[in-house]
Nanobody, 116 residues
Framework: QVELVESGGGWVQPGNSLRLSCVAS????MGWYRQRPGKEREFVAS???????KYHNMSVRGRFTITRDTGTTAYLHMNNLKVEDTAVYYC??????????????WGQGIQVTVSS
C-alpha cells in the first residue's frame, strides 16, 4: 500500500498560479490526473522515478510543469491558469515501472477552482 497526500489546491483567478504537492510513502514514478466537471479523468503530467524524464498533456504544456525532489515528493506547478483548468486533481504512482504507465494508487484528490 502506497499512501499519497496531496496539498496546495484552492481558488485562484484566471492568469494566476498555483502549486500542488504530493508526498508518497515511497519513491516511485509519479503523475497527476484531473477530472473536470462532467468529464472523464484525464492525464495531466508524469515524471519518472529518478526525475530524468517528464511528460505533459498538450492541454497544459507550456503552462504546467511537473517536478520532483530527490525523495518522494512530486509537484505540479500551474501557471496562467484558465477557467477550464477547474477540476479535482489527483496524484498517482506506478509501483512497477520507472515511468508512469498504469496508476496503482491515488491521492485523495484536491480541488482547483479557477474563476473570476
Amino acid at each position: 500500500q502506497v499512501e499519497l497526500v496531496e496539498s496546495g489546491g484552492g481558488w485562484v483567478q484566471p492568469g494566476n498560479s498555483l502549486r500542488l504537492s504530493c508526498v508518497a510513502s515511497g519513491r516511485y514514478a509519479m503523475g497527476w490526473y484531473r477530472q473536470r466537471p462532467g468529464k472523464e479523468r484525464e492525464f495531466v503530467a508524469s515524471i519518472t522515478r529518478q526525475g530524468g524524464n517528464k511528460y505533459h498533456n498538450m492541454s497544459v504544456r507550456g503552462r504546467f510543469t511537473i517536478t520532483r525532489d530527490t525523495g518522494t515528493t512530486a509537484y505540479l506547478h500551474m501557471n496562467n491558469l484558465k477557467v477550464e483548468d477547474t477540476a479535482v486533481y489527483y496524484c498517482a504512482v506506478d509501483v512497477a515501472n520507472n515511468q508512469l504507465r498504469q496508476p496503482d494508487y491515488w491521492g485523495q484528490g484536491i480541488q482547483v477552482t479557477v474563476s473570476s
